[in-house]
């Protein structure tokens, strides 16, 4: 049993309605996919100029916000930018949804027009999911627990910080987290599994939504976004779904009208679906591909890698002892795996957990570590090093104070939360805490 969608049946007046709303400001919120994923920084200046001019008039004059909301790229998704942006949204959608009633309200029904936009968002929907699944699967949204947030308590952790480290800590969810994405951007693909794989994408979406929202990751607009995308994709198919679901009654397939009549453009649509999701699928994974193999936790480790526990420190002559008083005193050193662009870091826990870094470079010749800062890059300290049995001796002048420290090395790996592994057998739950070095 196979039902045909025509292009010329008559819509209610309140589909008509919600149709242009509900297609304005998706597109409006999602412009100006698809020329954004293509190298036309010029259009995407233009655009967000556009934004910005208009951001800053709505903002004091409509929501009586005081200062300029300038376009920043923060790593968040929740700026009052973004909020007064998805403010407008709504606005445009409303002033537009209500001329385009007025000016139109004798057309029977927007078929045409409800194809090319459910096929313009489910492409958008792809694009995102592809984006964050390959990621995930190739292990590198989260990266590897840094020592840096090894060394951290629980309570000094932000919510988010929490949920990164929870995530980072299996290498294997994330993968699973990953491939739940990019699986339903594959569904996503092909008519035949476009509802199961907005039905997915909405299960995952709501996933990730929800952490977003429990955690305070600032992607909560766009995740949000992304589910009612795919909730308005698998909405399509609602009469079957709550046939099938619900009413517990057979179903059969629909057929949906093509875009193109003659056999040429079918085929040359179809040409361009194609090489644009081999392009959205592709661009993630080579990056993937890059990435893991420049973030990858078994690569190559730097000579002082590891945790440097302090057991002498003197500085200045003075032997100072470890007291949590003391704004001096190193507590733990620590050397990571290498970050962005290759770079070495060098972090310095003190006495009362104060926690910094600085840039480092090593001379595994000359046996000298060089430190910077990262704010003013005059301020270099070169520190000699030896090492005696993994244990670490410094010697130099830092911070206009001549040092000598002496520390016992302790191995990451050796971290409960890294060391435990997965059992199949445990007689009694293994939640607990277990010390450094215990």
């Given at each position: 049993?196979?039902?045909?969608?025509?292009?010329?049946?008559?819509?209610?007046?309140?589909?008509?309605?919600?149709?242009?709303?509900?297609?304005?400001?998706?597109?409006?919120?999602?412009?100006?996919?698809?020329?954004?994923?293509?190298?036309?920084?010029?259009?995407?200046?233009?655009?967000?100029?556009?934004?910005?001019?208009?951001?800053?008039?709505?903002a004091p004059n409509i929501l009586g916000m005081e200062g300029e909301l300038a376009y920043r790229i923060t790593g968040s998704g929740d700026r009052a930018y973004d909020w007064v942006q998805s403010f407008l949204w709504?606005?445009?959608?409303?002033?537009?949804?209500?001329?385009?009633?007025?000016?139109?309200?004798?057309?029977?029904?927007?078929?045409?027009?409800?194809?090319?936009?459910?096929?313009?968002?489910?492409?958008?929907?792809?694009?995102?999911?592809?984006?964050?699944?390959?990621?995930?699967?190739?292990?590198?949204?989260?990266?590897?627990?840094?020592?840096?947030?090894?060394?951290?308590?629980?309570?000094?952790?932000?919510?988010?910080?929490?949920?990164?480290?929870?995530?980072?800590?299996?290498?294997?969810?994330?993968?699973?987290?990953?491939?739940?994405?990019?699986?339903?951007?594959?569904?996503?693909?092909?008519?035949?599994?476009?509802?199961?794989?907005?039905?997915?994408?909405?299960?995952?979406?709501?996933?990730?939504?929800?952490?977003?929202?429990?955690?305070?990751?600032?992607?909560?607009?766009?995740?949000?976004?992304?589910?009612?995308?795919?909730?308005?994709?698998?909405?399509?198919?609602?009469?079957?779904?709550?046939?099938?679901?619900?009413?517990?009654?057979?179903?059969?397939?629909?057929?949906?009208?093509?875009?193109?009549?003659?056999?040429?453009?079918?085929?040359?649509?179809?040409?361009?679906?194609?090489?644009?999701?081999?392009?959205?699928?592709?661009?993630?994974?080579?990056?993937?591909?890059?990435?893991?193999?420049?973030?990858?936790?078994?690569?190559?480790?730097?000579?002082?890698?590891?945790?440097?526990?302090?057991?002498?420190?003197?500085?200045?002559?003075?032997?100072?002892?470890?007291?949590?008083?003391?704004?001096?005193?190193?507590?733990?050193?620590?050397?990571?795996?290498?970050?962005?662009?290759?770079?070495?870091?060098?972090?310095?826990?003190?006495?009362?957990?104060?926690?910094?870094?600085?840039?480092?470079?090593?001379?595994?010749?000359?046996?000298?570590?060089?430190?910077?800062?990262?704010?003013?890059?005059?301020?270099?300290?070169?520190?000699?090093?030896?090492?005696?049995?993994?244990?670490?001796?410094?010697?130099?002048?830092?911070?206009?104070?001549?040092?000598?420290?002496?520390?016992?090395?302790?191995?990451?790996?050796?971290?409960?939360?890294?060391?435990?592994?997965?059992?199949?057998?445990?007689?009694?739950?293994?939640?607990?805490?277990?010390?450094?070095?215990?």
């Amino acid at each position: 049993m196979e039902s045909t969608i025509s292009l010329h049946e008559n819509w209610s007046t309140a589909r008509k309605i919600s149709f242009r709303f509900i297609f304005l400001f998706f597109f409006i919120s999602i412009f100006p996919f698809p020329l954004s994923v293509l190298p036309l920084d010029f259009l995407m200046d233009g655009i967000t100029a556009g934004w910005t001019w208009l951001i800053n008039i709505t903002a004091p004059n409509i929501l009586g916000m005081e200062g300029e909301l300038a376009y920043r790229i923060t790593g968040s998704g929740d700026r009052a930018y973004d909020w007064v942006q998805s403010f407008l949204w709504v606005v445009l959608s409303l002033i537009g949804g209500t001329l385009w009633t007025v000016l139109d309200r004798h057309r029977s029904s927007y078929q045409r027009l409800w194809r090319w936009g459910y096929l313009l968002f489910t492409y958008y929907l792809i694009y995102n999911l592809f984006g964050y699944g390959f990621i995930k699967a190739f292990g590198e949204q989260f990266g590897y627990p840094s020592i840096g947030r090894l060394l951290e308590t629980y309570g000094e952790s932000s919510p988010m910080r929490l949920l990164w480290t929870f995530m980072s800590a299996s290498e294997a969810y994330e993968q699973f987290s990953g491939w739940g994405e990019a699986i339903a951007g594959l569904l996503l693909l092909f008519h035949r599994t476009r509802t199961l794989g907005a039905l997915v994408a909405f299960g995952v979406m709501l996933n990730v939504f929800l952490l977003n929202m429990t955690y305070d990751v600032p992607v909560k607009l766009f995740s949000f976004q992304l589910v009612l995308i795919s909730l308005y994709i698998a909405g399509a198919d609602y009469q079957r779904l709550l046939g099938v679901f619900l009413q517990n009654k057979p179903v059969g397939s629909v057929k949906f009208p093509t875009l193109f009549t003659t056999r040429w453009k079918r085929y040359t649509f179809l040409g361009v679906q194609v090489l644009f999701a081999v392009y959205i699928m592709a661009e993630p994974i080579i990056s993937g591909i890059e990435t893991e193999s420049q973030y990858n936790p078994d690569r190559p480790r730097p000579a002082l890698y590891g945790i440097h526990e302090v057991e002498l420190f003197v500085a200045n002559g003075d032997t100072l002892p470890p007291l949590t008083t003391d704004t001096l005193r190193w507590g733990k050193a620590f050397m990571d795996l290498p970050g962005f662009n290759n770079r070495l870091l060098w972090g310095i826990k003190g006495m009362n957990n104060r926690l910094r870094y600085l840039v480092a470079k090593l001379d595994t010749t000359e046996q000298v570590l060089t430190l910077s800062s990262f704010r003013d890059t005059s301020k270099v300290y070169h520190l000699d090093y030896t090492f005696e049995e993994e244990n670490l001796h410094l010697s130099g002048v830092f911070e206009e104070d001549t040092l000598v420290i002496q520390t016992k090395y302790f191995n990451p790996d050796e971290f409960i939360l890294l060391k435990r592994g997965f059992n199949w057998i445990n007689d009694v739950p293994y939640n607990r805490s277990v010390p450094q070095g215990k």
